[in-house]
């Protein structure tokens, strides 16, 4: 049997290979069988973003569900994961479902579970999926035009619905007149109908359908973004805001073209919700986040917890306690004020509108942060390396047998979720492999960029050596 696995948000897996109709018709049964056994509220809403084939995936789910006896909510068109989980608390349905693979290759399409709450299923609820999942499921594909024949199928607007809670929530006219150039990269990504709707004025790009995505992964990172950086720094934007493929993560670009990473979005967002919104709370973010957040919590009398890595973790915290934000270093922030759910787009709104209210720069913010808890610099390198070396890797890690990296002395360790090393001067580095990914992640932070990229460079020297 093909034993089919959910990592840190969804399974994920290559096209044609291991993500097949098949393989998501039994995704989908042990999907039904959950909701079935655990609520009588057999209902969920149903979505697919850009990726190759995500309409037929799709209507293998809904095939399948209303087969079981499930009422199942879609739209016609492709929508965004924070769309999926606004419209599955809005019409109260027991989970949510998304058809993606976010910021993985094109190649890839996976599939998400969402809960009522409007935010991912926790770690429970998903270990009691995978348990249920069979050897196989047969199942007639209907098409869409079928599907919409069955009583348990109900067509909504998730894109309209979704669109309707953002001005019902933001200052749109002051952002409108501002008198402040934005611009926006949907990455090929399903976000790119939201902002072309509400901000018309706003600078597009790869704002267009095409699975393919151009053959880049399209996760917002620096790397991936230069053609937007490239035509910033020749324009009079002011910021620029990038979200992946199903828009639930964010990346941001300042008025030079310089990527913001999620640390400095995050403390920016704390100040102000904090400052000008009085909005208080818990701040809940993933072990690979800057310390300089818990400075920033301290300064307003918040909390702040470190989690486990991947969003599952933040959102049973944001749901159970009191919270004002939940974070990950890789661009998935949630806040109180909207659904607990990673969500690019509103976090941007929220900058755009704190520039407006303002008459900052992103850059002026960003200082003013620094006012309160120092400058830092924050970086990651993704390495691809074979499984065995690897493992030796992350042994070597376990048995705390790295002392140094490079002239880097190791002075202490944490392990909440992959082996943080620190160094002198509070600067650290830490190695982690990829939930998603057959990737290892190396993080590091320092006082500078420079500084940061020694500590990479030294540490990727010793591992890989």
């Not at 402040?180 to 990455?187: H, N, R, T």
């Not at 001067?425 to 982690?432: F, H, K, L, S, Y």
Request: with cysteine; hydrophobic share 40%.
């Amino acid at each position: 049997m093909n034993k089919i696995k959910f990592g840190t948000d969804g399974w994920r897996a290559i096209i044609a290979q291991e993500y097949t109709t098949d393989n998501v018709a039994r995704v989908a049964y042990a999907t039904a069988k959950w909701i079935k056994n655990t609520s009588e509220n057999h209902s969920a809403v149903i979505g697919y973003d850009c990726r190759f084939a995500g309409q037929l995936f799709t209507e293998t789910t809904i095939s399948v569900l209303i087969k079981e006896g499930i009422k199942v909510y879609t739209s016609e068109n492709f929508v965004s994961t924070p769309m999926v989980s606004l419209s599955t608390l809005k019409h109260k349905a027991f989970a949510g479902i998304v058809i993606t693979a976010s910021h993985n290759p094109p190649s890839y399409n996976g599939f998400k579970i969402k809960a009522h709450y409007g935010g991912p299923a926790i770690q429970d609820e998903i270990d009691a999926v995978e348990i249920l999942i069979p050897a196989s499921h047969e199942v007639t594909i209907l098409s869409m035009e079928e599907l919409k024949k069955s009583d348990l199928v109900e067509i909504i607007d998730m894109e309209q619905e979704y669109i309707d809670h953002v001005e019902a929530n933001f200052d749109i006219d002051a952002i409108k007149n501002s008198g402040i150039k934005f611009g926006y990269d949907a990455m090929y990504g399903a976000g790119q109908n939201v902002i072309r709707r509400i901000l018309p004025d706003t600078y597009l790009m790869h704002a267009e359908y095409n699975p393919s995505f151009m053959g880049q992964a399209p996760e917002p990172i620096a790397r991936n973004l230069k053609p937007f950086a490239e035509h910033i720094r020749n324009s009079d934007i002011s910021c620029g805001l990038a979200t992946d493929g199903d828009a639930d993560r964010i990346g941001l670009l300042d008025e030079n073209g310089d990527f913001v990473d999620s640390h400095h979005i995050i403390l920016l967002l704390i100040r102000y919700l904090v400052e000008m919104k009085g909005v208080k709370g818990n701040v809940y973010t993933s072990f690979s986040c800057t310390s300089k957040i818990k400075t920033l919590c301290d300064h307003y009398g918040l909390k702040n917890t470190v989690t486990k890595i991947g969003f599952k973790y933040i959102c049973k915290e944001m749901i159970e306690n009191d919270a004002l934000l939940g974070g990950e270093e890789s661009g998935g922030i949630a806040v109180s004020t909207h659904i607990p759910e990673r969500d690019g787009i509103w976090m941007g709104l929220i900058l755009w509108e704190y520039m407006a209210k303002t008459g900052k720069t992103l850059n002026e913010l960003i200082y003013e942060v620094y006012e309160i808890t120092g400058s830092f610099a924050m970086d990651r390198y993704d390495l691809h390396v074979p499984e065995e070396q690897k493992l030796a890797i992350i042994q070597k890690c376990t048995a705390k047998e790295y002392a140094h990296f490079g002239n880097y002395l190791v002075t202490g360790h944490e392990s909440i979720d992959g082996f943080k090393f620190l160094l002198n001067d509070g600067n650290w580095v830490m190695i982690r492999p990829s939930g998603t990914e057959p990737l290892l992640r190396v993080y590091a932070q320092a006082p500078t960029t420079v500084d940061v990229i020694k500590i990479l460079d030294a540490t990727k020297a010793t591992i890989l050596s």
